[in-house]
């Protein structure tokens, strides 16, 4: 693989494969969770692989004592990125609804502008509402969940390409914290989505992808012929 060298070339090349791939990597160089980000479910979609570089908008309770942003964050939305909205972790649970915000954090006319200034995607770490306007644009969309009421009577805009924390579930503790930072990769499709640092390991992951996807086709060819699973993992997954 030839060098990748900017965000359109890495996210060109990141979406010729899947968040699974993406985690096959990462927990190859240590990172246990894979870049997951839990409890996501792709509310409307494009057929292939969304890629792009984290735009990260936080909400937070109208009692929050940090001022609110007056700048509308869907205006300013980069072409090639992927919008990331969420809220303090004080106002996440690690039980269902996964957070304690009611209202939809986000909607469709959001979706609308944002696929017009090019963007590829949208996470939301909360509730989205307008069903039928994102699928109907066939722009991308993950959410916790779904709801009918806008979020300005609840929440306020506290922040704009900050990093923001993620509460998931842990198996040693009770909980985990995951931080998506402005400019980390975020890769999603119908399996979820994940998240990549853009960091002195990425081209490290990078490199590692096509190599593994290379051998778990192999171990395919060879379990449909009859060989054990095991074996086949082993042989070709112990030559990269």
């Given at each position: 693989m030839s060098?990748?060298?900017?965000?359109?070339?890495?996210?060109?090349?990141?979406?010729?494969?899947?968040p699974c791939d993406a985690s096959d990597a990462l927990n190859k160089i240590g990172i246990k969770h894979g870049g997951f980000i839990p409890n996501l479910i792709q509310r409307s979609a494009i057929s292939s692989t969304s890629v792009g570089k984290a735009y990260t908008v936080l909400y937070a309770p109208k009692s929050d004592p940090r001022p609110e942003i007056?700048?509308?964050y869907i205006d300013q939305v980069p072409e090639g990125s992927f919008?990331?909205?969420?809220?303090?972790?004080?106002?996440q649970s690690i039980e269902a609804p996964y957070n304690k915000i009611n209202n939809a954090l986000y909607g469709g006319l959001m979706s609308t502008r944002a696929q017009y200034l090019k963007a590829n995607g949208t996470v939301v770490l909360g509730r989205i509402r307008d069903l039928d306007e994102h699928q109907d644009l066939q722009y991308p969309v993950w959410s916790y969940g779904v709801g009918t009421s806008a979020p300005g009577?609840?929440?306020?805009?506290?922040?704009?390409n900050v990093p923001i924390d993620v509460k998931v579930n842990s198996i040693n503790e009770p909980f985990e914290v995951i931080t998506i930072n402005p400019g980390d990769y975020i890769?999603?499709?119908?399996?979820?989505?994940?998240k990549l640092d853009d960091d002195d390991k990425l081209a490290e992951v990078l490199e590692y992808i096509p190599k593994r996807v290379e051998a778990d086709t192999n171990v395919s060819n060879d379990i449909k012929k009859g060989k054990?699973?095991?074996e086949s993992q082993n042989f070709w997954r112990g030559k990269i």
């Open positions: 060098k990748l060298t900017t965000a359109k070339e890495v996210s060109t090349f990141l979406s010729k494969f899947t007056k700048t509308s919008v990331v909205i969420g809220v303090p972790l004080t106002c009577p609840l929440v306020k805009l506290v922040g704009i890769i999603g499709d119908k399996n979820g989505i994940v054990p699973a095991k």
